[in-house]
């Protein structure tokens, strides 16, 4: 079921001295639940732009957001309706996690926020929580950012875009700051969730392997253009656009870069 449409979006920004420049140029795209939707491009081609206007961080220039087929409020309870439903997981856990805060307080304060459960349930949720991303709640939940692994703390950043209940995901590289061994574990996490709470996921990523693996469909973004869609496998193993293929073979093969990761499937790390 199609949650979220973004429909035929263009975004320009004046640049002193130089005009407008096109950050995203004339693009569409949807998110159904249970799904996941791979976009892929090079730095510089309009995949954050997306994710700040899903966020509703940007106005589009031209083209509408849609949500269950209504156009998303600028303002008011609508508003924050909508950013209850769709979440953000960021590329760097560190900077996203408050280092003065513990856990508890990080998973507490979206569920206070959003009034997700009354407060006398609060440390059940925030331990259920916790649990759903495949941490121990005694061994974490009173520790800090900085004495977390990376991995650890990419978990908790998850779990708290998850305390809302939302329907969207959006992934920004969301493990592209972590060691290479524990990656893997960490988007089957996001994979399983997708999958059993029905959520529908935009996984932002310059990873053609990772896109292949966990992506239902792929779209490919050059210079703020979509350059080709399609059935994960087919972007991948049969690209059709010059861009696609020169990423292609610019990328590990995946195969042998999953290969290397085995034994990292479900990883806590």
């Given at each position: 079921?199609?949650?979220?449409?973004?429909?035929?979006?263009?975004?320009?920004?004046?640049?002193?001295?130089?005009?407008?420049?096109?950050?995203?140029?004339?693009?569409?795209?949807?998110?159904?639940?249970?799904?996941?939707?791979?976009?892929?491009?090079q730095s510089g081609s309009g995949k954050s732009t997306i994710a700040k206007i899903l966020t509703q961080l940007e106005t589009p220039t031209s083209g509408e957001v849609r949500l269950d087929g209504q156009p998303i409020p600028r303002r008011g309870a609508g508003l924050r309706?909508?950013?209850q439903t769709l979440r953000m997981v960021f590329q760097d856990p560190f900077a996203s996690l408050?280092?003065?805060?513990?856990?508890?307080?990080?998973?507490?304060?979206?569920?206070?926020?959003?009034?997700?459960?009354?407060?006398?349930?609060?440390?059940?949720?925030?331990?259920?929580l916790l649990d759903r991303v495949h941490l121990e709640p005694g061994t974490v939940i009173d520790r800090r950012p900085h004495e977390?692994?990376?991995?650890?703390?990419?978990?908790?950043?998850?779990?708290?875009?998850?305390?809302s209940r939302p329907r969207l995901?959006?992934?920004?590289?969301?493990?592209?700051?972590?060691?290479?061994?524990?990656r893997l574990g960490v988007l089957n996490?996001?994979?399983?969730?997708?999958?059993?709470?029905?959520?529908?996921?935009l996984y932002i990523t310059h990873d053609l392997a990772t896109a292949r693996h966990f992506s239902d469909e792929i779209l490919v973004l050059n210079q703020g253009r979509v350059v080709e869609r399609g059935p994960a496998d087919d972007v991948i193993l049969r690209?059709?656009?010059?861009?696609?293929?020169?990423?292609?073979?610019?990328?590990?093969?995946?195969?042998?870069?999953?290969?290397?990761?085995?034994?990292?499937?479900?990883g806590a790390l």
């Open positions: 079921m199609t949650v979220l449409e973004v429909d035929h979006v263009t975004k320009t920004y004046a640049v002193r001295g130089a005009g407008r420049i096109t950050a995203l140029d004339d693009v569409s795209l949807t998110l159904e639940s249970g799904r996941t939707t791979g976009l892929v491009g309706a909508y950013r408050n280092p003065y805060h513990s856990v508890r307080y990080h998973l507490e304060r979206p569920l206070r926020l959003h009034r997700v459960v009354p407060d006398a349930e609060l440390d059940d949720e925030v331990r259920r977390l692994s990376g991995g650890q703390r990419q978990r908790v950043a998850i779990a708290r875009a998850l305390a995901l959006v992934a920004d590289e969301p493990v592209s700051m972590l060691d290479v061994s524990i996490l996001l994979a399983d969730l997708g999958r059993e709470e029905g959520l529908g996921v690209p059709q656009d010059p861009y696609t293929r020169e990423l292609r073979a610019a990328s590990p093969d995946p195969e042998k870069h999953f290969a290397s990761a085995s034994g990292t499937h479900g």
